[in-house]
């Protein structure tokens, strides 16, 4: 027991300089890139759900919460931002790259996400305009992003705050998979219960996806690596998840009938996805 916390908080002091750098990096690109982004996202019009799928592949501080707030006043559409849903990384690219894994899966990963958000975006849009949805009057709505963001403090100190939270995340979420491990007699056991059952897997995941913060994909990301999940049944967490957007969504758009519904499309098209990837075998 002993050895098993040993090993994953050894495993996670190793991560914390790729982290720090990874996360300069991307706050930097972020400092200069942020309002060119909100900006190309309303006036992406029909071409919404290309625009917003490609920008979400990108993790940005907050960029799903601009979305949400974006929609909630009716600047974009219902497929801008579940495009902006599904493609959204949050902290899987900055594991990734911190855990060496090969460019080309990451790569592929987020190619799948971003496809699927771009197609489920122009589906949603489609079926709406063919049934004359009524538009609701445009209305800017002021969004604090603060809570979820520390840009404004400099990219060095806020790189820091997310490279020491995502630690945290990571440290416990280890600690726990590893002590799972070690409960059930090894990954392998809960590799093959999974695998034996292709619909479960991405049935859990997409569940795991909903939790409205990066603990999400902190974690399916993680079990991934650990050989526990399939790339088919992590990806469908990654596409449900959406990180603090969700949460941001119940707050600023009153329809909570609404929001219910774009919760459960959000998690059918994940699900779906992680099972057809699963039953055809795509290997990544």
């Given at each position: 027991m002993i050895d098993v916390l040993l090993d994953a908080i050894i495993d996670s002091i190793k991560l914390l300089?790729?982290?720090?750098?990874?996360?300069?990096?991307?706050?930097?690109?972020?400092h200069k890139t942020k309002e060119k982004t909100k900006r190309a996202v309303k006036k992406s019009g029909k071409f919404?759900?290309?625009?917003?799928?490609?920008?979400g592949v990108f993790p940005q501080c907050g960029f799903s919460v601009s979305a949400t707030n974006l929609y909630a006043a009716r600047v974009i559409t219902l497929g801008t931002l579940i495009a902006v849903y599904l493609s959204t990384s949050d902290e899987m690219l900055p594991i990734f790259l911190s855990e060496a894994v090969p460019i080309s899966t990451i790569l592929t990963i987020l190619g799948i996400k971003l496809v699927v958000g771009m197609i489920a975006g122009f589906v949603i849009d489609l079926v709406i305009r063919l049934k004359n949805k009524e538009q609701e009057e445009e209305k800017i709505v002021d969004l604090c992003e603060k809570e979820h963001c520390h840009c404004e403090h400099g990219i060095v100190k806020s790189a820091l705050?997310?490279?020491?939270?995502?630690?945290?995340?990571?440290?416990?979420?280890?600690?726990?998979?590893?002590?799972?491990?070690?409960l059930v007699g090894g990954e392998e056991n809960i590799s093959q219960f999974l695998q034996n059952k292709p619909i479960l897997g991405p049935v859990i995941a997409g569940i795991i996806g909903l939790i409205p913060n990066c603990a999400s994909s902190v974690i399916l990301t993680q079990m991934y690596l650990e050989n526990i999940i399939s790339a088919a049944t992590m990806i469908t967490g990654l596409l449900v998840g959406a990180g603090v957007g969700l949460a941001v969504?119940?707050?600023?758009?009153?329809?909570?009938?609404?929001?219910?519904?774009?919760?459960?499309?959000?998690?059918?098209?994940?699900?779906?996805t992680g099972i057809l990837i699963e039953l055809i075998g795509i290997m990544i």
């Open positions: 300089p790729f982290l720090f750098i990874t996360y300069l990096i991307m706050e930097y690109i972020e919404g759900p290309l625009i917003g799928s490609i920008l705050k997310h490279t020491l939270n995502i630690f945290i995340f990571i440290l416990i979420v280890t600690i726990i998979i590893n002590l799972l491990i070690y969504l119940f707050k600023m758009n009153k329809d909570v009938k609404q929001n219910l519904k774009i919760v459960a499309l959000l998690y059918g098209i994940g699900v779906i």
